[in-house]
């Protein structure tokens, strides 16, 4: 009786894997809206609303970014093909030239504010009152801190807690008093954190946004969620394509390596178990080095893979990328992204 049910428990359990983890979601990532700004963080107007038309063309469904989280975290399924829209930064281009396009669409997204840049009138910045206005067209907005620092490089003089009560509850403080903003969510300035401030995320309640890339899934980790940066280079509408059809690795949150290079080249390793990835097809990539050595395994159901760039890294936020095409779905390729701070450099 015993074995019949053991070999019962197995069939159930190999035909819920046998079907790729639905939950997943893409987040994308903006800065300016704009022609005439820094090449690198932005996208023009119209590239802009080609990527809109492009969400609908491949039958995206656009979703609040806090509401999908909670949606994932009650253990529900959110709906195949789900992206929210993100902005950081709180550039008066997106309340020009995105905001018109959305809310005629009306499309939710999210704008993460560095509320310095606000109060201080800053030419390129939102005032409180448009901010407002985005809030009315279907904008949520949330905390990208006070004054954009790189957070890891804490003030001697500061204690932990008082470096990020400064720096993201000050913040938060702000938006609750402009904007009436009580949901937390907090997009870490350039991508920069380490295991503190995770820690210091969870215990305040924010959810928190990188910018690796990757899609996410009801296991990934709350204070490190990735999103594609969809401006500069990566605007393109091909690449973000397969972006946008991504699936997500099923890695646990206790996987998370603390995003600080220490050894150089790093060393990736992670685990998950997948009937859906055959893992000799997942590859890690690093930037400008290409693929790169990856070795995974599978042993027991669970897949171990490691991976690491023949040379040492010189970009000053490297990241490894590691995909692999979905057995089931073969347009589809899983996608996970680890992100390290080269503190070596200081102007990154
Ligand atoms: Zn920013």
Not at 11 to 30: D, G, H, N, R
Not at 90 to 119: C, G, H, Q
Not at 308 to 320: E, F, M, S
């Amino acid at each position: 009786m015993k074995a019949i049910i053991h070999r019962l428990t197995l069939l159930i359990t190999s035909v819920l894997l046998s079907f790729p983890s639905m939950a997943e979601l893409v987040i994308l990532q903006y800065h300016h809206v704009a022609t005439n700004t820094p090449a690198v963080s932005s996208i023009s107007p119209q590239g802009f609303a080609e990527h809109m038309d492009l969400l609908e063309k491949e039958n995206m469904v656009v979703v609040d970014l806090y509401e999908a989280m909670q949606a994932l975290d009650r253990g529900e399924t959110l709906p195949d093909r789900a992206v929210a829209i993100t902005f950081d930064d709180a550039y008066l281009s997106v309340y020009e030239n995105a905001l018109p396009i959305l809310a005629k669409r009306k499309w939710p997204f999210t704008m993460f504010v560095n509320t310095a840049a606000v109060d201080g009138n800053h030419n390129v910045a939102m005032s409180w009152d448009q901010l407002r206005d985005m809030q009315r067209q279907g904008g949520v907005l949330a905390n990208h801190s006070v004054n954009h620092p790189y957070l890891i490089e804490r003030p001697e003089t500061l204690s932990i807690e008082q470096w990020l009560d400064q720096e993201i509850g000050h913040a938060q403080r702000r938006l609750e008093k402009e904007l009436g903003i009580s949901i937390r969510m907090h997009a870490y300035p350039y991508g920069e954190f380490n295991q503190d401030i995770i820690d210091w995320m969870a215990s305040n309640g924010y959810l928190a946004f990188g910018q690796q890339s990757g899609a996410v899934s009801r296991h990934s980790h709350r204070q490190a969620l990735p999103r594609y940066p969809a401006s500069g280079i990566y605007a393109n509408p091909k690449t973000l394509v397969t972006k946008l059809h991504s699936l997500a690795f099923p890695i646990k949150a206790d996987q998370l390596i603390e995003p600080i290079l220490h050894d150089n080249p790093p060393t990736l390793s992670f685990a998950f178990s997948s009937d859906d990835i055959r893992p000799h097809q997942i590859q890690c990539f690093a930037g400008g080095q290409g693929a790169i050595s990856t070795k995974a395994t599978r042993q027991d159901g669970v897949i171990t893979v490691e991976a690491k760039a023949d040379n040492p890294i010189t970009a000053g936020r490297p990241r490894y990328n590691c995909t692999a095409p979905s057995i089931q779905q073969p347009s589809r390729y899983y996608w996970y992204s680890q992100f390290w701070t080269n503190t070596d450099i200081p102007n990154r």
